[in-house]
């Protein structure tokens, strides 16, 4: 197929290395030195001038954008695609993005909204990686638009990718769980390193505890300030519900209550170990 | 030399194989599997019969016990060591040991008191390995019984093993930021995997920010559970300090501040950056 790739980010060249053995790859950024980049590196075929010399030339685009920009994007360039072509966004919010495309949609297009969960703390195309995506979590979140045929394209371009996982939800769905898994621990790196009084030269007293829970705390700043407030009303209770289980943990400390700490880790050992089963 | 390994679990396991290519390593457990795997597999020289046969044989012996084991084994068996003796502990609180320990030490023998900030979410000496010291950090607390050369020979014990850095800290000291790298980076997962409200195959849905920020929950709870206790003040003083930077966050995305949020994340990033420059 020729796959389309609008903005060369992380995630856009680690889309565009894992497609291209198989497929034709044309690619799109603002900032031309990142195509150039990618063109350079083998991760992509071609370098669109333009968004529609991209879109008269592919059959599935990627738009690897920041949330807020996903429609706005769209809006001024749904024009120029070719009747059959299929977009994709790959957003880690879906209910607002969804909002954002609905009214700019054409009958004789596809978009199937989508959320690969995987990453890394780094920006940029220089750091793209299609290993990130071996094993992954996929989600596609289908509306009543969708055909099955563009569907299970998405999805079967997932499997391609190395994702191990591609599961449909509804976006009220989707952005409810991912406020737990993403944006919750994202919000918890950051106040872990936030917390730090300097007291002390922190790093000569750290192990991988703290590297593991702080690691994303080298984020991404405009993304996920997006993020966060695109899914402010799931986030916000998920850190309430966070706070009960910190607060339950915490009186037990209070009331040296050894037994209670013991039968409480035990069981979110038990419920951790479940996750991944044979992964 | 003759290194002693008391308790033959991931810790000791790990000790006794990182010291092994250049010492005569002897091991007691209570449970004789431990040493017995242990020699079968090459990590200890000589699986000794009692604490006694063990003390007469080697030069430093470490007590790799559970905190609140420490002192009471070390009372039983204090009358066995011969004289010049180092013995060392490793856990992770220091003021309780060091308090436990006190009363019992002896003029022609050395106790030092050190953390190997190191460790794995796994529990005994089949998954022992010494890779999991290689530039981790050390902590040595010296108390005004050590002489130079004894805290001298534990250090650079602790840089035979791997480690990369090895800094001296008051008990007090050690507990307060020990508190926080450790200890709550601990409670934090935990209750992130116990807020968890059960309503989605929570596994298909996580990335590696998730599965990172809840890998310790997979945690050892007799070992953890004592070192929360044994450490409570200051861990109580450091879930409010995290408390109250993840309340900062909250009221951000609650009045919807993006460019609060942005500066916030931005100052976060810079700061885990700093931490392990060049690592």
Not at 96 to 106: C, S, V, Y
Not at 156 to 183: C, K, P, W
Request: aromatic content about 8%; some cysteine.
């Amino acid at each position: 197929m020729r796959i389309g790739i609008v903005g060369l980010g992380l995630m856009g060249g680690s889309i565009a290395a894992a497609l291209k053995p198989h497929h034709l790859i044309h690619a799109f950024d603002i900032d031309p030195r990142a195509a150039t980049f990618a063109l350079a590196k083998g991760i992509i075929d071609h370098r669109a001038e333009t968004p529609e010399a991209l879109f008269a030339a592919c059959d599935v685009i990627y738009l690897c954008l920041y949330p807020r920009a996903v429609a706005a994007f769209f809006e001024q360039h749904v024009g120029a695609l070719r009747p059959g072509t299929i977009c994709v966004d790959i957003a880690g919010v879906k209910a607002a993005i969804i909002d954002g495309i609905r009214a700019h949609l054409r009958k004789d297009t596809q978009f199937v909204f989508s959320h690969p969960v995987a990453g890394r703390e780094k920006i940029g195309v220089a750091f793209a990686d299609p290993n990130i995506f071996k094993g992954a979590n996929y989600i596609v979140v289908p509306t009543p638009e969708n055909t099955p045929e563009a569907l299970e394209t998405v999805s079967s371009l997932a499997r391609e990718m190395g994702f191990g996982n591609v599961t449909d939800l509804s976006a009220e769905e989707h952005d409810a769980i991912i406020a737990y898994t993403s944006q919750l621990t994202h919000v918890i790196s950051l106040s872990i390193v936030d917390s730090d009084d300097g007291q002390f030269d922190t790093g000569r007293f750290i192990g991988d505890s703290y590297r593991d829970l702080t690691r994303i705390a080298m984020i991404n700043a405009p993304l996920w300030s997006e993020l966060f407030l695109e899914n402010k009303k799931n986030l916000l209770s998920r850190i309430d519900a966070f706070r009960t289980s910190l607060d339950a943990f915490e009186a037990m400390l209070r009331n040296d209550d050894l037994d209670g700490l013991q039968q409480k880790m035990t069981e979110a050992k038990r419920r951790r170990s479940l996750l991944e089963k044979g992964k």
